[in-house]
């Protein structure tokens, strides 16, 4: 089946500790999304990559780093800078438009719940 | 820079009812609209989405919206409500140029369909 995994479903990170949470697809799709998920509000963006080996910082990028090696794979890190990283954090995929059409949706992974103990 | 706005954050409504999830917009240009329904501890999944054409717009589980231009509004109905639909639901637009584009998601409405 075709889809977005995401792991591990639950981490526990300690203070000052980098994490990496993964994030793989075998829908074929150029773009990839990095979202961060709290309470009450809604999805902000982290990262995002259009192509491998590019990417570009979204709204919430400070304290946080990613790779695109290669074009199924988009892991997210978690640095000791991000002063409050307990959250939600969901990966997505959708199609690149070249023409830079938008009329394309994202797809979704499980998400994974990062704890700070 | 477009945006969505979802005044409610959270939506009662008893089973058999019909149902409305408000959604409001602010773009340039062209909308790209997007709901997208979560449900606990899980992912977004793709209900519909507004390019061109109808107003009226049908997706997935029975759900459709309307885009209504001169209100810049999008709001995402479904005639008969069902406990199961009970979820938390996002608006989103997408924003970018030259390929490179993002999806601006609203804060969510908590929909709750009460037997």
């Known amino acids: 089946d075709g889809g977005i995994t995401q792991s591990p479903k639950y981490l526990f990170r300690k203070e000052g500790q980098n994490v990496t949470l993964s994030c793989e697809q075998n829908?074929?799709?150029?773009?990839m999304y990095w979202y961060r998920q709290d309470p009450g509000q809604g999805l902000r963006l982290i990262y995002y990559?259009?192509?491998?080996?590019?990417?570009q910082k979204g709204d919430i990028a400070e304290g946080y780093s990613v790779s695109r090696e290669k074009k199924e794979s988009f892991p997210l890190t978690v640095t000791s800078a991000q002063k409050n990283p307990t959250a939600f954090y969901l990966c997505?995929?959708?199609?690149?438009?070249?023409?830079?059409?938008?009329?394309?949706?994202?797809?979704f992974g499980q998400g994974t719940r990062l704890t700070v103990v | 820079a477009q945006s969505v706005a979802q005044p409610e954050d959270q939506v009662n409504v008893a089973e058999g009812n019909p149902l409305t999830v408000k959604c409001t917009y602010s773009?340039?240009?062209?909308?790209?609209l997007f709901w997208y329904v979560q449900y606990p501890n899980r992912g977004l999944q793709f209900l519909l989405k507004?390019?061109?054409?109808?107003?009226l717009v049908k997706g997935s589980y029975g759900f459709e919206a309307e885009f209504n231009k001169s209100q810049t509004s999008f709001h995402l109905k479904k005639p008969s409500a069902l406990v199961s639909d009970s979820a938390l639901y996002f608006c989103a637009v997408r924003e970018g140029a030259g390929g490179y584009n993002k999806l601006i998601f609203g804060a969510g409405t908590r929909l709750a369909v009460h037997p």
């Open positions: 773009v340039s240009g062209n909308p790209y």
């Open positions: 990559s259009q192509i491998v080996n590019d990417f």
């Open positions: 829908l074929n799709h150029d773009a």
């Open positions: 997505a995929s959708s199609i690149r438009d070249s023409l830079g059409l938008m009329n394309t949706e994202a797809f």
């Open positions: 507004y390019i061109t054409g109808d107003n």
